[in-house]
Nanobody
């Protein structure tokens, strides 16, 4: 089992940057695929980015490609989401997620076994 705790959210102006962190506990963290989702008010939760355990496979939603970067430090049991060139439409609660394996976005989403509690990101115009 993996427990996840996000941090790093906040208020930023459009064009600014934030880095979210997700600290994981559990001995099997390094073998899990990790990712980020977000949910804006009145909208469904949507996929943002995911990275497998080795970093050899990384996926992004089209809306964040070129602006967001997912990375992980297995030694620190932490996954990051660097968000640059933020837009007001990026405003949402961001959730960290873990899955025991990932072949593509579909399998990652389907196999998610753990969620964090979420961290709020607000981008002002």
């Amino acid at each position: 089992q993996v427990q996840l705790v996000e941090s790093g959210g906040g208020l930023v102006q459009a064009g600014g940057s934030l880095r979210l962190s997700c600290a994981a506990s559990g001995r099997t963290f390094s073998s899990y695929a990790m990712g980020w989702f977000r949910q804006a008010p009145g909208k469904e939760r949507e996929f943002v980015a995911a990275r497998n355990w080795s970093g050899g496979s990384t996926y992004y939603a089209d809306s964040v490609k070129g602006r967001f970067t997912i990375s992980r430090d297995n030694a620190k049991n932490t996954v990051y989401l660097q968000m640059n060139s933020l837009k007001p439409e990026d405003t949402a609660v961001y959730y960290c997620a873990a899955a025991p394996s990932m072949m593509n976005i579909y399998t990652f989403t389907t196999l998610i076994s753990n969620w964090g509690q979420g961290t709020q990101v607000t981008v002002s115009s």
